[in-house]
């Protein structure tokens, strides 16, 4: 038995998928978390729409020998970034639901204009364009650890350096304004480094798992944990969780391992709000309802009996 | 010593986001140190004056200086003196975020990062939470308490910090008695210790009129500026709360009665 696991875990791509898995759950944990703080759940799926909009105009530049040397990943970042700042833009006033909406909107017009430039590329290259979209924890190669792990470590260092301001711009963007804070800076840093990691993330392996993983555990948490700490420990073990059951059952079940880990992750939200409904039904508690006041029943008679006979003309 | 005022505000207008006039032709000033009002129905532009003098909105015509610093060339000055309260519900509630985290905010938030707070800030963080008789709560998360509740260690992030002036949004809006006297008295009380100015927006100036010193009834254009009791005006109060505003004298004190008790609020 032993020996079979050793044999699988010395197989390169299994090495390349599990450290793969380790990398996004740290992404999920460290953006995955602010963004549901934020309520921009839904940031997820628009940049990563948006960064297949913009791999269309790098393969249309491409093609037409406009810029030879626009790579696809280029037009992908741009294009999120451009999520980010048209986002960040309608959300200065600290509004979520204003953020929702740009996050539409951006999100139909980076789709549109790949959709309108992929008549302009050779048909044989539009494939490449949706592949964007569709990538998997076993089809990683060398680059995409790479890529993965730099996104990963930046992000790390950023969350590490700015958690208090990502906080204190979710909470009180105007309080934080007012005592001096630079919290418009702070709220676009956030919003550019979440687009960015989701961005290079999706390249590396899909926007299946990159939006089941980014969205589901860290709402899953949320629900359940009371402390800040605790949601991000607890984001990053349901991540990691989701994505190796996902890479186990592939071995067994014929099915990619990114599906099986997105209904994983999935799961775990479903299961959280049940736990939660649950424990709110155990936690009431009759000890803790006050004693009936004598006093007061003594009052509302007297209040009672002189109303009566005083009479109302009411 | 030259005379501060903690307000120089000059042909003032300011105008919503939708394009409508919510200020227009304000004039007044007042001397600092003080404990002021800023009293007037929904919708007459209190919260958009405090917004103004923080460099927040920019007016479209005039100015507002706050102790003698210009609201929209020096806002930074300003933002560094200033300790604020937005009003409750511009509170998220997707973090949960600890009370001990919201009160320290003051502290914190006019540090560099990484803002780590020292057992200085944890002092003053704890004293003013029990100002406002919550510092058995200082672990529990702040979205879990009532409103009453998050109202009060509101107020003592804005007792925790540092800076010569407190501004507070409607901070007794959609309270109880209990909370509406804790607060009202920890901020007399605070303000007979420390030498701060206090601004508070209110459309009910009746709790806390026995501890005020200047009062500005607002009508998107001053109606009045003055004491307290100058202010109790029944003709003064008709005009920025309607025919139904009475006044009512109760142990030395007048106090307003109005139909108007709604929360104010402007996005």
């Given at each position: 038995m032993i020996d079979i696991l050793i044999e699988v875990l010395s197989i390169p791509f299994v090495q390349r998928a599990l450290i793969g898995a380790l990398l996004i759950a740290i992404v999920a944990s460290a953006s995955g978390t602010f963004l549901v703080f934020r309520g921009l759940s839904f940031m997820t799926s628009g940049v990563a729409h948006a960064a297949l909009g913009g791999a269309a105009l790098g393969l249309f530049l491409q093609h037409s020998g406009l810029v030879p040397w626009f790579d696809p990943i280029i037009g992908a970042l741009l294009f999120s970034v451009f999520v980010a700042l048209v986002t960040g833009y309608a959300g200065e006033t600290g509004m979520t639901q204003k953020m929702e909406v740009a996050v539409g909107v951006s999100f139909a017009l980076s789709m549109s204009i790949a959709v309108f430039l992929m008549y302009y590329i050779p048909p044989t290259q539009?494939?490449?364009?949706?592949?964007?979209?569709?990538?998997?924890l076993l089809l990683l190669d060398n680059f995409d650890i790479v890529l993965l792990a730099i996104t990963a470590i930046v992000l790390v260092l950023i969350t590490l350096v700015f958690n208090k301001e990502f906080i204190y711009v979710s909470v009180d963007m105007e309080g934080s304004?007012?005592?001096?804070?630079?919290?418009?800076?702070?709220h676009y840093l956030m919003l550019i480094t979440s687009a960015l990691a989701i961005a290079l993330a999706t390249k590396a392996v899909g926007a299946?798992?990159?939006?089941?993983?980014?969205?589901?555990?860290?709402?899953?948490?949320?629900?359940?944990?009371?402390?800040?700490r605790g949601i991000f420990i607890a984001v990053f073990v349901i991540a990691l969780l989701s994505e190796l059951m996902g890479l186990v059952a592939s071995f067994t079940v014929n099915a990619s391992p990114s599906a099986i880990a997105g209904i994983l992750a999935a799961f775990s939200?479903?299961?959280?709000?049940?736990?939660?409904?649950?424990?709110d039904r155990v936690s009431i508690d009759l000890d803790q309802f006050p004693q009936h006041d004598e006093e007061a029943t003594l009052v509302l008679r007297e209040a009672l009996d002189t109303s009566a006979h005083e009479g109302h003309d009411h | 010593m030259e005379q501060q005022f903690l307000f120089e505000v000059e042909d003032l207008a300011v105008k919503y986001p939708n394009g409508e006039l919510a200020l227009y032709n304000v004039n007044f000033s007042i001397k600092s140190p003080t404990f002021m009002a800023i009293v007037g129905?929904?919708?007459?532009?209190?919260?958009?004056?405090l917004k103004t003098s923080l460099?927040?909105?920019?007016?479209?015509?005039?100015?507002?200086?706050?102790?003698?610093?210009?609201?929209?060339?020096e806002n930074k000055k300003i933002r560094k003196l200033v300790r604020y309260v937005p009003q409750r519900d511009r509170i998220g509630l997707s973090v949960p975020l600890k009370v001990k985290d919201v009160v320290l905010m003051s502290r914190l938030l006019k540090k560099p990062p990484p803002r780590f707070a020292s057992s200085k800030d944890n002092e003053m963080a704890r004293e003013s939470l029990k100002r406002v008789n919550m510092a058995d709560l200082w672990d529990r998360p702040f979205p879990e308490l009532s409103g009453g509740q998050r109202q009060r260690v509101l107020v003592a992030r804005a007792l925790a910090g540092d800076g010569p002036i407190l501004m507070l949004d409607e901070p007794l809006a959609?309270?109880?008695?209990?909370?509406?006297?804790?607060?009202?008295?920890?901020?007399g009380d605070y303000r007979s210790e420390h030498e701060v100015n206090i601004v508070m927006v209110t459309h009910d100036l009746n709790p806390i009129h026995t501890l005020v010193q200047d009062v500005l009834l607002l009508k998107n254009t001053v109606v009045?500026?003055?004491?307290?009791?100058?202010?109790?005006?029944?003709?003064?109060?008709?005009?920025?709360?309607?025919?139904?505003?009475?006044?009512?004298?109760?142990?030395?004190?007048?106090?307003?009665?109005?139909?108007d008790s709604g929360v104010d609020r402007h996005d």
């Open positions: 539009v494939p490449q364009i949706w592949g964007y979209l569709i990538g998997d304004i007012c005592h001096g804070m630079n919290a418009r800076a702070y299946i798992l990159v939006y089941a993983i980014m969205v589901a555990p860290a709402a899953a948490a949320s629900e359940l944990i009371k402390s800040i939200y479903v299961i959280a709000m049940q736990i939660k409904k649950l424990r | 129905p929904n919708g007459s532009g209190k919260s958009t004056l460099g927040l909105i920019k007016p479209v015509r005039g100015q507002v200086k706050v102790l003698g610093y210009d609201s929209v060339r959609g309270t109880d008695h209990e909370s509406q006297d804790m607060i009202v008295e920890a901020l009045g500026v003055g004491t307290p009791c100058d202010m109790m005006d029944v003709d003064l109060l008709k005009k920025i709360y309607g025919p139904t505003a009475k006044v009512v004298e109760y142990a030395g004190h007048k106090y307003c009665v109005t139909h």
